[in-house]
């Protein structure tokens, strides 16, 4: 019996129900966070451009920075941050509704300016708060003693007068909230001047003075993580980059974004671009689906099972594979053998070397040929072409009537389909969860679900915003293609990677930087950077790749593809008349059925 | 507060001295409530609106034309051009003063939402309380399965967004229709952290809504409360979504984005200014793909529902 099972019966909440880090109020996150090696590296004092996808974990990262969050790491590193007030990280959501409201009010620099000063001065409100407990240990009075003379050396400083009424720091919020309400109106000018400046203003104008109130060391590093980044327009981003190319004073920039979002290098100065590798790095968010990180993080999130359900069931679960169970060593293999024995008793009989057979027996001629002058064939047959095999026999096994195929199950499986994205794979689990209140989560059931997961996301991709219809029509077009690659008469060494034809990149750019920043499609890190160009080579998404019977490999030759050719070889290959194949079992003894199917 | 009121398209008769204006386009439907109406109405009465791309649609290009040949004045407009909508909205309410109410009538079953949402308080601040300005909508006959028309962006709409204070969380109350790639499309843009979702139905119908309920299926599920309207009950609804909008005001912001028939993308496009424009409420509107979109001739159907709106002027002239 495996844990999933404890679930059949429980009616309670999923607990994989929310899967956006801004779902999580604070102390949600800080039960939920686990700090991967890319969180410790963000604190430096130097600006970087976060690129990450959709659902790769940029926001829950950012936030974790901040003080208030940073002291409920149990972690050393955490601590020592935490002590030394060696980095003071502001969070700053620069979200659709703040930027079209900024819009609507001209969309001037000044006005976008004033809009996030204002924002940037409530995440250091809300900072220094907490700074000054804890210094304090929460000594009411002395508290107040501080915030008072913070607060009006702030108002001071950015409205340009002392006032009476500004006694604390929530005075002073209302103040700063009065300005960010007003944004465009005449009313306001007089006191805006220190926010209408430049980004970071707001920091820049009083940062002495706080290190002085709250004893900060001299060289405390502030760091400003803007984050959903991708909704700056291209002129306010020329406003932040303007910040990363002039002298810092102690502030680092930390730019998340979707990977085709930065939109631009220059500056407000005419002629100057910050420049990557000196005024600011980039650095790719997204994890590897094989990362210790990814494989650390999936199966800490499984535990939250045992936190949540504590009360109503008795289960704990340690980690992905404790949850779902494995077959064998959670190997191919081992799903292909679980598959076949049903449908066979020699099913102890899939050995590596019989699949090495099979392999060969389905290889075109010249390869065959080949094989047998090498000694070794792990590397040449069964490394290169049994995950091609597998998927082509459990395809035909999952394409008979009333039958699943077991192939989609597994916690390798699983973290595979999810491409190391935290969201989707907590979608997954949520999905598989649902699953399990009503039945067994067998390596059949766990198929059934993941192929619906993979077969609603792979649809959801014509509801991307812009181009997202043409990315799906023309996804569903390269996957088909390779599909009918795939299982073909003659097994050839395929996966899911592709080429684009001579004269495609220009035409296809569009809907292609829009799969990629919602990791439709996966490039490398260097092309995430640098920008995508005509000798990319893409993959398609596990997902895709599920959901069309295509291995999850890399292509040692990736096709080219030429989308008006395209159309017709999969008219061709629809049209055409297939076998299908009934197995009786395993060995030598198959049975055809050849059916027409038109 | 804004004074909105059901209208019964039986019972108010299109007479001789009353206003019309429309809009034009691919639609079946567009045409239907003028063709019907168009012996009643005096030609210098008509204000009718076609956009600049008509020409593209033969159908519509014909149409066109003949009205143009029998003396209508039809004006061509670029979809996004707002500012000459109300300007000749206005221009053309101004020159005829009347000593009984005005009344006018506005078919927006064609047109885009950016323009038909402004026109209630447009034509309010335009009016007298004696005038009168009917809001019609011409419900449709769609395919059984079209193209989606997809999300471009969200743009805003009305409102003051969202406050400053990072303990309010915003709540997102979208509307649904049947086409729920372009909701799932917003969702995606939006990200949002609570939904509240409504439908619009004709009580009448339950296949419309038990189709509503299947297609959005998956967003109603993540709902943190799904509101049912009366498409025939404009009051009620925007009755509703005022009281619905007022009460998560209490401790969240407020996003609405309307989707959906067309009365229920107004009804919640008017929430804000008539809730006197509260700090933390906002309206945000879908703006679609350009250029991508097939034309869907929505046919009408043998339903039509309104509701009007009085002015608050004394005198017609005061501008």
Redesign the interface.
């Known amino acids: 019996m495996i844990k999933a099972d404890k679930i059949i019966g429980y009616d309670g909440n999923n607990p994989f129900s929310d899967n ?1 880090a ?2 999580y109020y604070d102390d949600e996150i800080i039960d939920e966070f686990f700090p991967v090696s890319m969180y410790w590296s963000l604190f430096n004092p130097r600006h970087e451009i976060l690129l990450g996808t ?1 659902g790769s974990g940029k926001t829950i990262m950012l936030k974790m920075m901040k003080y208030s969050l940073l002291k409920n790491i149990s972690d050393e590193r955490a601590k020592e941050y935490v002590e030394s007030k060696e980095f003071i990280t502001l969070y700053i959501p620069t ?4 930027v ?2 900024v ?2 009010k001209g969309g001037e620099d000044d006005a976008f300016n004033i809009a996030i000063n ?2 940037l001065a ?2 250091l409100l ?1 900072e220094m708060k907490v700074i000054i407990d804890d210094a304090t240990g929460k000594d009411i009075i002395k508290n107040a003693a501080i915030e008072n003379n913070i607060s009006k050396q702030l108002c001071k400083m950015w409205f340009g007068e002392s006032q009476e009424k500004i006694t604390d720091f929530f005075s002073l ?1 209302i103040e ?2 009065y300005l ?2 007003h944004l465009g109106d005449d009313s306001i000018k007089n006191m805006s001047s220190t926010f209408s400046r430049s980004v970071c203003s707001s920091l820049m104008s009083v940062k002495e003075i706080i290190c002085k109130w709250l004893s900060l060391p001299s060289n405390t590093k502030w760091i400003i993580c803007i984050d959903e980044a991708e909704y700056l327009t291209k002129q306010m981003q020329k406003c932040v980059n303007s910040i990363m190319k002039s002298d810092s004073k102690g502030i680092a920039i930390k730019l998340a974004t979707l990977p085709n979002k930065h939109l631009t290098r220059e500056t407000l100065l005419n002629n100057t671009e910050i420049v990557a590798g000196e005024d600011f790095n980039y650095r790719v968010i997204d994890m590897k689906i094989e990362s210790e990180d990814f494989i650390s993080l999936t199966n800490k999130l499984c535990q939250r099972i045992t936190r949540r359900l504590r009360s109503s069931i008795d289960v704990e679960i340690k980690d992905l594979e404790d949850f779902i169970g494995k077959e064998g060593n959670d190997d191919n293999i081992d799903y292909f053998r679980k598959e076949i024995s049903t449908k066979s008793p020699d099913h102890n009989q899939v050995t590596r070397s019989s699949v090495e057979k099979e392999i060969l027996s389905l290889v075109s001629e010249k390869r065959r040929e080949t094989a047998k002058s090498r000694k070794d064939t792990r590397k040449t047959v069964y490394d290169k072409f049994s995950v091609i095999y597998f998927v082509r026999e459990m395809r035909k096994i999952d394409k008979k009537g009333h039958s699943i195929a077991g192939w989609y199950a597994g916690s390798s499986m699983i973290r595979k389909v999810a491409q190391g994205n935290p969201r989707r794979f907590i979608e997954i689990m949520h999905m598989l969860f649902e699953h399990a209140r009503h039945t067994k989560l067998t390596a059949k059931q766990q198929h059934t679900v993941i192929y619906k997961y993979v077969k609603l996301y792979c649809k ?1 991709t ?9 990315a799906y029509k023309k996804l569903t077009l390269i996957a088909e293609y390779i599909e009918s690659k795939v299982h073909g008469d003659i097994l050839i060494p395929c996966g899911n990677s592709f080429l684009l034809g001579e004269g495609e990149f220009s035409k296809n750019s569009d809907w292609i930087k829009l799969a990629i920043d ?1 990791s439709r499609i996966i490039v490398s890190d260097e092309a995430l950077i640098n920008g995508i160009n005509n000798e990319t080579e893409y993959t398609l998404s596990n997902a895709f790749a599920a959901f069309h019977w295509i291995p999850m490999r890399k292509t040692d030759k990736a096709p080219k593809i030429s989308f008006s050719e395209l159309t017709g070889n999969i008219n061709s290959y629809k049209s055409s008349k297939t076998k299908r194949i009934r197995k009786n079992d395993f060995a030598d003894q198959l049975t055809f059925i050849i059916e027409e199917n038109e | 507060m804004m004074f909105v009121n059901n209208a019964d398209f039986r019972k108010e008769n299109i007479e001789s001295s009353d206003l019309f204006i429309g809009s034009l386009g691919y639609e079946d439907r567009s045409f239907r409530l003028f063709y019907e109406n168009k012996t009643s109405i005096q030609k210098s009465n008509v204000l009718l609106f076609v956009f600049d791309d008509y020409e593209n649609n033969e159908y519509t290009k014909k149409r066109v034309e003949a009205l143009l040949k029998e003396g209508f004045s039809i004006k061509v407009i670029n979809y996004r051009d707002m500012d000459s909508i109300k300007t000749s909205i206005s221009l053309f309410i101004s020159k005829r003063t009347y000593i009984e109410g005005i009344r006018i009538h506005v078919d927006y079953s064609s047109m885009p939402r950016g323009w038909y949402c402004r026109l209630p308080f447009l034509l309010k601040n335009l009016l007298r309380d004696i005038d009168k300005a009917f809001f019609w909508y011409v419900g449709g006959e769609y395919p059984e399965e079209y193209d989606t028309a997809g999300v471009n962006t969200i743009g805003y709409f009305d409102g003051i967004p969202s406050s400053l204070n990072m303990e309010r969380d915003p709540i997102h109350i979208i509307g649904l229709g049947y086409d729920i790639v372009r909701t799932k499309a917003t969702i995606t843009i939006i990200e949002p952290l609570n939904i509240v979702s409504c439908y619009a139905f004709s009580t009448s119908d339950d296949d419309v809504r038990n189709k509503l309920v299947s297609v959005n299926e998956s967003i109603i599920q993540r709902s943190i409360s799904c509101l049912p309207l009366n498409i025939e009950d404009f009051e009620f609804m925007l009755a509703k979504l005022c009281e619905l909008t007022n009460d998560l005001l209490i401790n969240n912001d407020v996003i609405l984005l309307p989707d959906g028939p067309k009365p229920l993308v107004m009804a919640m496009s008017l929430v804000p200014g008539v809730l006197g424009r509260k700090i933390g409420l906002t309206c945000q509107h879908i703006v679609r793909n350009e250029g991508k979109i097939k034309p869907i001739n929505v046919k009408p159907i043998n339903k039509k529902f309104g509701f009007y709106v009085t002015g608050t002027k004394k005198d017609i002239t005061e501008s």
């Open positions: 956006t801004r779902d959709r979200r659709l509704d703040f079209t409201y819009e609507s204002c924002l409530q995440s809300q919020g700063v909230e960010y309400n959801a014509e509801a991307l915003p812009g181009t997202g219809p043409e919602y």
